[in-house]
């Protein structure tokens, strides 16, 4: 805690000046601007790649040439930018850093559990939670006290006969319906979203964050709708503020409450960045946004739901410390630790709630320079949190892995989305093989048949294809022509498949070079398939589509330096999970064995695929060779 503030400030800087530098390496002289109706066009190579990084708002300066010492300037601003993500500001560092004192050590620097009285004492007719928890290992005595004393306070509440609120079929409304009969909005959740929001109404261990982790596919953004229904519902004095990173995620939010029915007119605004633009906006959610444009207004609601950087309007005015009782920020792993402090900045040191969802194995906050990236800007909040003792998994007297904490961390395993082939790979890497299959199976088999499957009944391809990667004039980004080609063939294949047909809504492709999706769209466009998402990893998170196609692009086997440098975005763990996790019954990867075996993800990819019976394409190198049936 003693240098908090000051490392976190000197990163945001650092980050900073990295997008100062980078703007002025594009600075541009002797362009002319091109008309295109009635807008006039400048290109500039690398902005594809987002290389530089332009943000609706940001302003732009065009000079003339000078004539007699004189030069006329023009400004324009940035009005359309469909792939923006946070730049950090000095507004955001000055936001971060504002409530960081030695009062939110417990918070930040989570030492020891204290339990609390509960906010909401309940009789539930779920399954024990010891049940869906496990035992406590023996060696985290602390976490065996804890959950001790858990157990025997939830037995007395269990006498307390509080009025509850029930869950409801769909469209029946909560205003219209006298006491509840059921225990949860939801009737569909499983018994580990249940025992989250369960805590998380409890709040034992308050303040200190509770943890809703959530791999791919588990519900995570399901729960956390259950969760603030709840509180709000139950809790009638709560003040609920619920943030995202981006606006896709809030929007989502507030569409899924939207849809719940339960909330009483007036109940919920959606708060936007005023450089936001109203065509941006999902329908159902812009009614709730108009009460957003007032702050003043928009802070007497009960549920406020806006982005993590949107959350420092409250701050200008003067919204004070303690004004929330409860802090909801989901995709917590992909916000900055500064990012994610705004928020929670604005719930009570004493007695307030903060609850953070996520993944800590997916993706986390875009981070460009790389100087603050290797002192851990990158970190997420929620990542942190999980690396300290209080949040870790206990160890058995073999070290082998035990559970989390309940009172602290809810770890989701039914996964909803992928066949059980896609689903074993990231579930060894990743989740400890904890991962269970629980999708619709009429869903994840509908590919099974499909005749180009190099083993049928396996929904996987890995197609080696030894290319070359290429570059294009000052363009920074890869491309690979034979991927690129391949990958179209394998979109008309499956939508044009006479036995399992997908339609191009239902196909997505991931590779990590802007200038490959670049490339791979002008083909599709080429075959009437331009319908196909083509993207980045990025683009794709939290996404999902009923087969999935990734282009590896690195291909040269020439270069022998670091292969962290050498695989560029291919090293990344993370985005490795999250392309192979989106798939629901079909994934196909095309890349160069030889290359990517350097990578232990691909690698352990490779394995698994020839050891299945699912290669296909180039020669394997030497290592993967005696693993071939």
């Not at 009960?302 to 420092?312: E, F, K, L, N, P």
Request: charged residues 25%.
């Amino acid at each position: 805690m003693s240098n908090y503030k000051e490392k976190f400030s000197t990163l945001l800087w650092l980050e900073e000046i990295h997008a100062e530098i980078e703007l002025k390496e594009y600075n541009m002289s002797g362009v002319t601007l091109k008309r295109n109706g009635d807008l006039l066009v400048l290109e500039v190579p690398g902005l594809a790649e987002s290389r530089p990084s332009l943000y609706a708002g940001d302003k732009l300066i065009l000079k003339t040439q000078e004539y007699n010492g004189h030069a006329i300037e023009y400004i324009g601003y940035v009005t359309e930018r469909p792939h923006a993500v946070l730049n950090a500001t000095a507004t955001l560092l000055r936001l971060a850093t504002l409530r960081c004192d030695l009062q939110r050590v417990p918070v930040l620097f989570p030492e020891e559990v204290i339990l609390q009285t509960p906010q909401v004492t309940r009789s539930w007719n779920c399954a024990q939670d010891a049940k869906t928890d496990g035992p406590p290992a023996s060696k985290n005595r602390r976490a065996v006290k804890d959950q001790a004393k858990a157990a025997t306070k939830e037995k007395r509440a269990a006498t307390q006969d509080m009025p509850g609120m029930g869950a409801f079929a769909a469209g029946t409304s909560a205003l219209d319906t006298g006491a509840r009969e059921k225990e949860f909005f939801n009737l569909v959740l499983n018994e580990n979203q249940k025992l989250a929001v369960r805590r998380i109404l409890s709040g034992d261990c308050r303040p200190l964050p509770y943890i809703l982790f959530g791999p791919p596919g588990t519900g995570k953004t399901v729960t956390i709708i259950e969760a603030v229904l709840q509180v709000y519902h139950a809790l009638p004095d709560s003040r609920i503020l619920v943030c995202a990173p981006s606006n896709s995620a809030a929007d989502l939010v507030c569409l899924r409450l939207h849809e719940s029915q339960v909330l009483r007119p007036a109940a919920m605004v959606r708060v936007n960045a005023t450089c936001r633009f109203e065509e941006t906006v999902l329908d159902a959610v812009k009614p709730y946004c108009k009460d957003g444009e007032d702050i003043w207004r928009a802070s007497r609601f009960r549920i406020i739901v806006t982005t993590c950087s949107s959350a420092g309007l409250f701050y200008q005015i003067g919204v004070r410390v303690g004004h929330f009782t409860h802090v909801f920020v989901d995709e917590a792993g992909q916000a900055s630790e500064p990012e994610c402090l705004i928020p929670l900045g604005l719930v009570s040191d004493l007695n307030g709630q903060i609850v953070l969802a996520g993944d800590p194995m997916q993706l986390g906050p875009v981070i460009k320079s790389r100087l603050a990236m290797a002192y851990g800007l990158n970190v997420s909040m929620l990542e942190r949190l999980m690396s300290r003792p209080a949040y870790l998994r206990d160890e058995d007297a073999f070290g082998a892995c035990g559970a989390y904490n309940p009172l602290l961390v809810t770890k989701l395993v039914k996964n909803y989305r992928s066949h059980a082939a896609l689903l074993a790979l990231p579930s060894r890497l990743f989740y400890h093989r904890e991962l269970q299959v629980c999708a619709d199976p009429r869903v994840v088999t509908a590919l099974l048949g499909w005749e180009k499957l190099p083993r049928k009944g396996f929904p996987l391809v890995f197609h080696g294809v030894r290319g070359n990667e290429a570059r294009e004039g000052r363009s920074p980004s890869w491309f690979n022509p034979a991927e690129a080609v391949q990958v179209m063939r394998y979109c008309c294949l499956l939508a044009r498949s006479v036995s399992s047909q997908v339609s191009a809504s239902d196909i997505g492709v991931i590779t990590p070079y802007r200038k490959q999706v670049e490339k791979i769209r002008i083909l599709l466009r080429n075959v009437e398939l331009a319908d196909i998402k083509v993207g980045s990893v990025e683009e794709f998170q939290g996404q999902e589509h009923l087969a999935i196609i990734i282009s590896a692009v690195r291909s040269n086997e020439d270069r022998f330096e670091d292969d962290r440098y050498f695989l560029g975005f291919l090293s990344n763990s993370k985005r490795f999970n999250v392309a192979i996790t989106r798939p629901k019954a079909l994934l196909i990867v095309l890349g160069n064995p030889h290359v990517l075996v350097r990578d232990p993800c691909f690698g352990a990819l490779l394995e698994y695929s020839v050891t299945n019976g699912v290669y296909t394409g180039c020669d394997l190198p030497p290592e993967l060779q005696s693993l071939q049936k």
